[in-house]
């Protein structure tokens, strides 16, 4: 059950990407706030998820505390919680700032999406964590195929209660749906969530890609690698404060290069989904049902991806992935320069290229945080190690 609950926290993550994603910017505009503040509005939410990952990673890495994870996790959903609340009263107080305000603590919140890839560190060896890591992002992808349908489902809820503030339409209830669905997770994790050990299993069999000598060592942990000039590589020692530890990490090129990769692959992804509603909105003249199907699409070959991944994790390594995804992602980018000349595109062409684009990122993103959480998961501050290169 403990995985259960892990999982139904990264599907409640994407359900809020495709119900709330497609609604914010007619939200906004009914309220009279400018496209600058639309974009504000998507900004302080990742600001914020910036500003909270070190913090919500440090704490769960705390050997102090009885069930420091499950008290992070609680903790985030309870600060979403209040987010999305207010996020539903904005329409009624007619107050665009609340959705600001609401925006920002959801992505406080959504600090705790990076705490799922800790507990698969702690729960997995590196010789099978490609895996697992790839098989819960496809599982979590199930919710960004439930968004859809809840979004179908409340489209035509539309009631005041009273004179009060309290309004349910199809502009407030992506706010009032994900509270509700926070509440029932919140109670879930108080009642089935374990905490899971601090240090990750062990294996002593070898998969057959791994034999070969030069394979195994280009995947060791790098706290365990030698330097030139002897002795192993230390990132951070009793003495030193986390902060300096994330200093020293950074400063690792071999780490840096992680780094580097998490940032583009989410720099696009984050581009991409930001703009769509948009573009569609004013190309098209879709709506947010449409763009949340448009969503679902991208789920379901984001999932495919993913399946492959995870079908071929056990004779590929990790590298053979990341260099095979930016590949492919690098010729369909220039493809798409050239095909995406015109203001209005085919939408055949548009949606092709945009779901083939995004379908290539998983290629990279899970394979790159595995062999980043394999160099360093021997590190007392693991969780708060992923948590920086998730911030980047």
Same mark, same amino acid.
């Given at each position: 059950?403990?995985?259960?609950?892990?999982?139904?926290?990264?599907?409640?993550? *994407?359900? #809020?990407?495709?119900?709330?994603?497609?609604?914010? @910017?007619?939200?906004? #505009?009914?309220?009279?706030?400018?496209?600058?503040?639309?974009?504000?509005?998507?900004?302080?939410?990742?600001?914020?998820?910036?500003?909270?990952?070190?913090?919500?990673?440090?704490?769960?890495?705390?050997?102090? =505390? #009885?069930?420091?994870?499950?008290?992070?996790?609680?903790?985030?959903?309870?600060?979403?919680?209040?987010?999305?609340?207010?996020?539903?009263?904005?329409?009624?107080?007619?107050?665009?700032?609340?959705?600001?305000?609401?925006?920002?603590?959801?992505?406080?919140?959504?600090?705790?999406?990076?705490?799922? *890839?800790?507990?698969?560190?702690?729960?997995?060896?590196?010789?099978?964590?490609?895996?697992?890591?790839?098989?819960?992002?496809?599982?979590?992808?199930?919710?960004?195929?439930?968004?859809?349908?809840?979004?179908?489902?409340?489209?035509?809820?539309?009631?005041?209660?009273?004179?009060?503030?309290?309004?349910?339409?199809?502009?407030?209830?992506?706010?009032?749906?994900?509270?509700?669905?926070?509440?029932?997770?919140?109670?879930?994790?108080?009642?089935?969530?374990?905490?899971?050990?601090?240090?990750?299993?062990?294996?002593?069999?070898?998969?057959?890609?791994?034999?070969?000598?030069?394979?195994?060592?280009?995947?060791?942990?790098?706290?365990?690698?030698?330097?030139?000039?002897?002795?192993?590589?230390?990132?951070?020692?009793?003495?030193?404060?986390?902060?300096?530890?994330?200093?020293?990490?950074?400063?690792?090129?071999?780490?840096?290069?992680?780094?580097?990769?998490?940032?583009?692959?989410?720099?696009?992804?984050?581009?991409?989904?930001?703009?769509?509603?948009?573009?569609?909105?004013?190309?098209?003249?879709?709506? @947010?049902?449409?763009?949340?199907?448009?969503?679902? @699409?991208?789920?379901?070959?984001?999932?495919?991806?993913?399946?492959?991944?995870?079908?071929?994790?056990?004779?590929?390594?990790?590298?053979?992935?990341?260099?095979?995804?930016?590949?492919?992602?690098?010729?369909?980018?220039?493809?798409?320069?050239?095909?995406? =000349?015109?203001?209005?595109?085919?939408?055949?062409?548009?949606?092709?290229?945009?779901?083939?684009?995004?379908?290539?990122?998983?290629?990279?993103?899970?394979?790159?945080?595995?062999?980043?959480?394999?160099?360093?998961?021997?590190?007392?501050?693991?969780?708060?190690?992923?948590? @920086?290169?998730?911030?980047?």
């Amino acid at each position: 059950m403990t995985t259960g609950t892990v999982v139904a926290l990264g599907c409640l993550g *994407m359900v #809020e990407y495709s119900v709330v994603m497609p609604s914010l @910017a007619s939200l906004l #505009e009914d309220l009279g706030a400018s496209k600058l503040f639309y974009g504000a509005a998507l900004g302080i939410f990742s600001l914020a998820r910036v500003l909270c990952m070190p913090v919500i990673g440090s704490y769960s890495d705390r050997r102090d =505390r #009885e069930r420091p994870m499950l008290e992070a996790f609680m903790a985030s959903i309870a600060v979403a919680f209040v987010g999305n609340v207010l996020y539903a009263l904005a329409l009624g107080y007619r107050n665009k700032w609340m959705v600001l305000v609401g925006r920002a603590l959801v992505g406080m919140g959504a600090a705790n999406s990076s705490l799922s *890839m800790s507990f698969i560190t702690r729960i997995t060896n590196k010789h099978n964590r490609t895996r697992a890591i790839a098989m819960m992002n496809g599982i979590n992808l199930i919710g960004i195929i439930v968004g859809p349908a809840t979004n179908i489902l409340v489209q035509d809820v539309d009631f005041r209660i009273g004179d009060s503030v309290l309004i349910f339409n199809h502009l407030s209830n992506p706010g009032w749906l994900m509270a509700l669905f926070l509440a029932l997770l919140f109670l879930l994790m108080a009642s089935f969530f374990e905490e899971p050990p601090h240090s990750a299993p062990t294996s002593d069999t070898m998969p057959a890609c791994c034999v070969d000598d030069a394979r195994e060592d280009l995947e060791a942990p790098l706290l365990q690698r030698q330097v030139e000039g002897g002795g192993p590589t230390r990132l951070a020692g009793r003495s030193w404060g986390r902060a300096s530890a994330i200093w020293k990490m950074l400063r690792q090129e071999q780490l840096l290069v992680h780094f580097v990769m998490t940032f583009s692959v989410n720099f696009v992804l984050n581009s991409i989904e930001t703009a769509l509603p948009v573009i569609t909105s004013q190309a098209y003249g879709w709506n @947010a049902v449409e763009n949340s199907i448009m969503y679902s @699409a991208i789920g379901l070959l984001v999932a495919a991806s993913l399946a492959v991944v995870v079908s071929l994790s056990h004779r590929f390594l990790d590298r053979n992935f990341i260099v095979f995804g930016h590949g492919a992602f690098l010729m369909l980018l220039s493809a798409a320069c050239v095909g995406l =000349r015109d203001a209005r595109p085919p939408k055949v062409l548009f949606l092709g290229f945009v779901l083939t684009l995004v379908g290539c990122l998983p290629s990279i993103g899970a394979p790159n945080t595995s062999l980043f959480s394999k160099r360093v998961q021997e590190h007392p501050h693991t969780a708060l190690r992923l948590k @920086a290169q998730r911030t980047v």
